[in-house]
Structure formats: structure tokens, C-alpha cells
């Protein structure tokens, strides 16, 4: 165990201290706009998609497990993610989302997967490239994505639903558009 975390490039380390950083601040209130749950979205689609092509075993196979695993975490982000509490921001252009540890605890559990799939890349190369490892880290790829479209675009219909809404002058609204 001790040999995996010395070997283990320093630049990971790197990543899973943003990510703990991350998932740290989003215990406390944070603001996000609509660009951010566009591009957060359009950059999981697209980094999945990339790791994707290296895959090149069965593809046809390979991108349906991914379609099926990315609309199963879309619908799991709909349900963990709540609207409660979410309100506007002053200008109206963006969302302050209540602190939750959800995202910390997303964001490790990704970095653990990932952390996985790089190791049996390096120390098992004869496995990672087996038909079913390949089946897993590509529903893995789609699962993520899929999760992070999701939250993003209930965020930014809750975004949408709350700026439609009559309230100049009025108190904060909640994402029912209770007062």
C-alpha cells in the first residue's frame, strides 16, 4: 500500500487537495451562475466523451453502457440534489446554493475511482484492457457525467424558474417560490 501511494504522481495529490478544497468551501453557501452549470456540464460531457475514445474495445457496446450509466446518473442528481433553500443571488443573474457536504463527498468518491482506474492501468495493464474492465470504467465515465449534467441543469431550470418570477422589492424566494 505504501509502495502504490509513493509511486503515485504528485500532481494527483495536487488535484485531490483542490477537490477537498472544493468540496470544503461548498459547506458554507455558495454562489453559482448559469455559465457555471453550463460549462461544468458541457466539460464532464467532454472530458468523458475523450476518455471514451481511448476505450476501443467493442465501441458500440462500450457507448451504450456509457448512455445508460450518464441518463442513471442524471436521474440520481435529481434526486439528491434539492431545491430547498436555494434562492437568487441580488443581481437576479445567479444561485446561492446552501452549504451542503454532498459535493465533498462526490468529488473524493470521484477522485477514488479515478485513482483506481489509474492504478490498474499502471500495475495490472493485462486486466484494465479485459472486456468487462473497460464495461465498468466507461459506465464509470457516463455515470459522472451523466451526475454532473444533471445537477447542472436542474440548477440552471431552477435558475430559469426563479427568474421568471415577480419579485422586485420583495423578500429572498425559495426555489417553490415561497417568501
Known amino acids: 500500500m505504501l509502495n502504490i501511494l509513493l509511486n503515485t504522481p504528485w500532481w494527483a495529490?495536487?488535484?485531490?487537495?483542490?477537490?477537498?478544497?472544493?468540496?470544503?468551501?461548498?459547506?458554507?453557501?455558495t454562489r453559482e451562475g448559469k455559465f457555471s452549470f453550463l460549462l461544468t456540464t458541457l466539460a464532464f460531457i467532454c472530458l468523458s466523451l475523450y476518455s471514451l475514445t481511448t476505450l476501443t474495445l467493442e465501441p458500440t457496446l462500450l457507448i451504450a453502457c456509457w448512455l445508460v450509466a450518464a441518463i442513471l446518473g442524471a436521474l440520481m442528481a435529481q434526486v439528491i440534489f434539492s431545491r430547498n433553500g436555494v434562492v437568487l443571488d441580488d443581481p437576479e443573474t445567479g444561485l446561492i446554493l446552501p452549504g451542503s457536504i454532498k459535493p465533498l463527498i462526490i468529488y473524493l468518491i470521484l477522485f477514488a475511482v479515478d485513482y483506481y482506474f489509474g492504478y490498474q492501468n499502471d500495475a495490472h495493464p493485462e486486466r484494465a484492457a479485459t472486456l468487462e474492465m473497460l464495461l465498468i470504467k466507461a459506465s464509470t465515465l457516463g455515470f459522472f457525467s451523466g451526475f454532473f449534467s444533471g445537477r447542472g441543469f436542474k440548477y440552471y431550470r431552477t435558475l430559469l424558474a426563479l427568474q421568471a418570477q415577480p419579485s422586485k422589492g420583495g423578500p429572498q424566494r425559495n426555489a417553490l417560490g415561497l417568501k
Open 13 to 29: 495529490y495536487l488535484i485531490l487537495v483542490l477537490l477537498c478544497y472544493s468540496g470544503i468551501k461548498a459547506l458554507s453557501p
